[in-house]
């Protein structure tokens, strides 16, 4: 049986750095941590796993809008790989 092994590239790390500058109260502290945006990285990655777009959410109270925000990283931002289990 085959599986997709999906990751967030290096582009994905820059549209989710991108999207926290603008919309996350932390915002460019989050967007300047490797640790943090590989963390944000691995929520997209659950997500593909679960069959769900390359997503992440800001939560409403740390959303600089006051509400809770979604994005999806675009396809350049995700690498696939298809694995024998």
Same mark, same amino acid.
């Given at each position: 049986?085959?599986? &997709?092994?999906?990751?967030?590239? &290096?582009?994905?790390? *820059? +549209?989710?750095?991108?999207?926290?500058?603008?919309?996350?109260?932390?915002?460019?502290?989050?967007?300047?941590? +490797?640790?943090?945006?590989?963390? !944000?990285?691995?929520?997209?990655?659950? %997500?593909?796993? %679960?069959?769900?777009? *390359?997503?992440?959410?800001?939560?409403? !109270?740390?959303?600089?809008?006051?509400? &809770?925000? &979604?994005?999806?990283?675009?396809?350049?931002?995700?690498?696939?790989?298809?694995?024998? *289990?």
């Amino acid at each position: 049986m085959k599986i &997709t092994n999906y990751t967030i590239n &290096t582009n994905g790390l *820059a +549209q989710i750095a991108e999207f926290l500058r603008a919309n996350h109260k932390k915002g460019e502290m989050i967007a300047e941590d +490797q640790s943090m945006l590989y963390a !944000w990285a691995a929520d997209a990655e659950f %997500q593909l796993d %679960q069959g769900n777009p *390359a997503m992440i959410e800001i939560k409403v !109270w740390d959303s600089i809008h006051g509400r &809770t925000q &979604t994005f999806n990283i675009s396809n350049d931002g995700v690498d696939s790989e298809e694995i024998n *289990a």
